[in-house]
């Protein structure tokens, strides 16, 4: 009887010892007998990997967006996924199905076997939609990094252009506890002589020099291209052509850097095709707006300082054209974080939002995210107390909880922000929507 999906997954995620181990060393012996590396495809598709502290999600579905409305058989990976494992593979815009990635899952399992290694769980599961993309001779291939990049295991496959949407500080037990050495492993993806796109100024100088060492033609934004925004649209514009686009579901940031790299990539891309990719694309869970329970929701994975200063300018646009609508809304939160990361830092983005009268939070509602990683709800409830008023903070048992006392604490006209880590997002969205299949 073949395994199902769930079954797969939970077998993948226990025969390693560390749910994150760094290195291609294990890797590429598994992926040289599965036939992925970059000499054994045999169409030669176009790759684009994109590595970043923040934004990786967003530009690289951009990305895939306009090559595919463009007429290129697009694949795209990315994690982590918010409902469905599928989400994370995707050919022309659809998930693989179930039977796609179990045919994968084993595939990759008897190379591993033969081999005679162990993988974790994302090496597997990369090392399977590398396979799967492979056997469906897509033309493009539009890969998102994990962490960091010189040693994640994306980083096997050789990119055509490369893509570093920003550096911040995050993933400091891996990368490094500084911008420069951090930079230094996100530039681990550069190649020789290929595009470099690097979406925020200045570039740290590690990797510029490192982009130097390899020879490659480095575009910065606000240095080689630049960006217009005009309300209903915008303007994008490097040294060769200018455009005026249509505003995105997404941060129009990476779209930008989107477009930039689809610009230096040699595949035949008009403006068209740019056009249609903007307005098709879409993401859950990075500014996404809905209306669920008749109320309304801002979900977002913001997860550290970096990313959260990013979501706030979103956010507080947002919500001063809700209030713009709405003049007696109120604004509720739902939040919680994982235990590894900086929570402080990002409460703080939030604290200052709302003195600077960016925002006006009323109620918060935490809990625990249920992972081993998550922050228990003590120390989420001590570190939210010291930015937000106790009177306005209700700690529940579980985000199901939290989800549902927020739409009894709201009205149809309130604003729900939900916001701390993909985990966050994810529980949020199965209590509102319904458990996932697997």
């Given at each position: 009887m073949q395994k199902s999906l769930g079954w797969w997954l939970e077998y993948m995620a226990s025969i390693h010892v560390s749910a994150i181990d760094m290195g291609l060393e294990r890797v590429l012996p598994v992926a040289r007998r599965l036939g992925v590396l970059n000499q054994d495809l045999p169409n030669k598709p176009m790759i684009f990997s994109a590595a970043g502290t923040n934004g990786k999600g967003s530009t690289t579905a951009t990305i895939a967006a306009i090559c595919q409305a463009a007429g290129y058989k697009t694949a795209l990976y990315q994690s982590p996924h918010l409902l469905s494992f599928t989400e994370r593979v995707r050919i022309d815009g659809v998930c693989v199905d179930d039977k796609t990635l179990i045919e994968a899952f084993e595939q990759v399992e008897q190379a591993r076997l033969a081999e005679g290694l162990s993988l974790s769980f994302f090496e597997m599961t990369t090392l399977a939609a590398f396979w799967i993309f492979a056997q469906a001779s897509c033309d493009v291939w539009v890969l998102e990094i994990g962490l960091g990049g010189r040693l994640d295991v994306v980083n096997i496959i050789d990119p055509d252009v490369a893509v570093i949407t920003n550096i911040g500080i995050d993933h400091v037990d891996w990368l490094g506890d500084d911008i420069e050495k951090i930079a230094a492993e996100k530039a681990g993806i550069i190649r020789p002589n290929i595009p470099v796109i690097f979406g925020s100024n200045p570039m740290p100088a590690s990797a510029s020099q490192i982009a130097q060492q390899q020879g490659a033609e480095i575009h910065q934004l606000g240095e080689h291209y630049?960006?217009?925004?005009c309300g209903e649209s915008w303007i994008f514009a490097n040294a060769a052509l200018t455009m005026t686009l249509p505003k995105p579901k997404l941060s129009l940031l990476n779209a930008v850097n989107a477009v930039a790299a689809v610009l230096a990539s040699p595949l035949a891309i008009d403006l068209a095709a740019v056009k249609t990719g903007l307005d098709i694309v879409q993401l859950a869970g990075r500014f996404d707006q809905r209306i669920i329970a008749d109320r309304h929701w801002i979900f977002d994975v913001a997860h550290n300082a970096h990313g959260m200063a990013f979501f706030l300018e979103q956010w507080a646009a947002a919500w001063q054209a809700h209030l713009a609508i709405y003049p007696e809304a109120r604004q509720k939160i739902v939040f919680s974080m994982l235990g590894d990361k900086d929570v402080a830092a990002v409460?703080?983005?939030?604290?200052?939002?709302?003195?600077?009268?960016?925002?006006?939070?009323?109620?918060?509602?935490i809990a625990a995210i249920d992972n081993p990683r998550a922050m228990s709800l003590e120390q989420l409830l001590q570190i939210t107390t010291d930015y937000v008023d106790e009177c306005n903070v209700e700690q529940h048992p579980s985000l199901d909880k939290a989800v549902q006392a927020v739409i009894a604490d709201s009205r149809e006209e309130d604003l729900i922000v939900v916001f701390g880590s993909f985990h966050t997002i994810s529980e949020a969205l199965i209590a509102l929507l319904g458990k996932p299949y697997d």
């Open positions: 630049h960006y217009q925004d409460l703080e983005c939030v604290q200052n939002a709302s003195r600077q009268g960016r925002i006006a939070t009323d109620k918060w509602h």
